[in-house]
């Protein structure tokens, strides 16, 4: 067996003074030790009495009684600085636990996560709220719209009521004017009838009487004598329709003509007039014919008779 190296390849190399270290360790501990012990030994209770009397060698008198003198005041006690106020240390946090800031972390999270659930849920219930609200409305919309609707509707129905009444009462009256007008001309008919039955019959007398005519030669008439009107008769029938005329002359510029053709019964009775030329004042027109329906009857002539047809000539300012 080979000897053991006394030193180690690469070990680090040994520190120096080790000795003298552990020798004044020694001696420090050893000094330690003794002055402990001399404390103890100190503290030990050695009761030991001693007595003592004091006397004077020499008799002494005594003093003169003190007389007392105001003494000055004492200057004032300087104010006593207040204490300081005594420092309170927080306490000091508990060591951590590991498991209990789990737990309370879990409680937290979980705390959170309900919070946020909760929050959804009022906003899930807001949403809905809003949305039946909104549906609520477009109802009421719809339901007013649909009675703005109807009442159009009501409406509209109405006026085709009101429109088909005044339709046929429209035609009504259409209907009785005609009929009137139909009555009218019927009587005018008769009325012509009887006229042209008085014409032949004046025709058969006049033809009878031919031998006793009283033209001349270059006469080309067929009546017995000459039937024309007398120079008075346009006068007379001027006179009986003029007052009959409502109409202002200044309102029209000249002295316009209006030509109206006149027929009439044998009695004078006007039975039709006819506006043959026109004044170009279509007022004045009017206002000559509402007068002559207005005179309803014409004067005869001088000699008894009513002449017709009549052509009638009014001026505004005549």
Not at 196 to 208: P, Y
Not at 230 to 236: K, L, N, P, V
Request: proline residues 9%.
């Amino acid at each position: 067996m080979s000897a053991r190296p006394k030193h180690i390849e690469f070990a680090p190399p040994a520190p120096e003074g080790t000795g003298r270290s552990v020798g004044a360790s020694l001696v420090v501990h050893a000094l330690l030790i003794v002055a402990l012990t001399a404390g103890i030994q100190w503290k030990q209770d050695n009761s030991l009495s001693v007595e003592a009397e004091l006397w004077s060698a020499v008799p002494m008198a005594a003093a003169p009684k003190l007389v007392e003198v105001e003494a000055p005041p004492p200057p004032p006690a300087p104010k006593p600085e207040p204490a300081p106020k005594p420092v309170v240390k927080a306490p000091e946090p508990p060591a951590p636990n590991r498991d209990a800031d789990i737990a309370l972390a879990k409680k937290r999270k979980i705390e959170e996560e309900k919070k946020i659930q909760e929050a959804l849920k009022a906003e899930e219930r807001r949403k809905e709220e809003l949305k039946k609200e909104a549906e609520k409305k477009a109802k009421a919309k719809l339901e007013e719209d649909k009675r703005k609707l109807e009442a159009k509707k009501e409406e509209e129905r109405k006026d085709k009521e009101r429109k088909e009444k005044e339709r046929a009462e429209k035609e009504r009256k259409e209907k009785e004017a005609k009929k009137q007008q139909e009555q009218k001309d019927n009587k005018v008919s008769a009325e012509e009838a009887k006229k042209l039955d008085a014409i032949r019959k004046e025709n058969m007398k006049r033809i009878a009487g031919l031998a006793g005519a009283s033209g001349n030669e270059n006469a080309t008439g067929t009546a017995m004598k000459s039937s024309g009107p007398s120079d008075s008769y346009g006068g007379r029938i001027r006179a009986r329709v003029k007052p009959n005329i409502t109409f202002d002359p200044s309102s029209v510029s000249g002295n316009p003509a209006a030509e109206v053709e006149v027929r009439c019964a044998p009695d004078g009775t006007i039975v039709s007039r006819k506006l043959t030329k026109s004044s170009g004042n279509t007022a004045w027109d009017n206002a000559v014919l509402k007068a002559i329906d207005k005179t309803e009857i014409l004067p005869r002539d001088t000699d008894g008779r009513v002449h017709s047809p009549l052509l009638l000539v009014f001026k505004p300012n005549d």
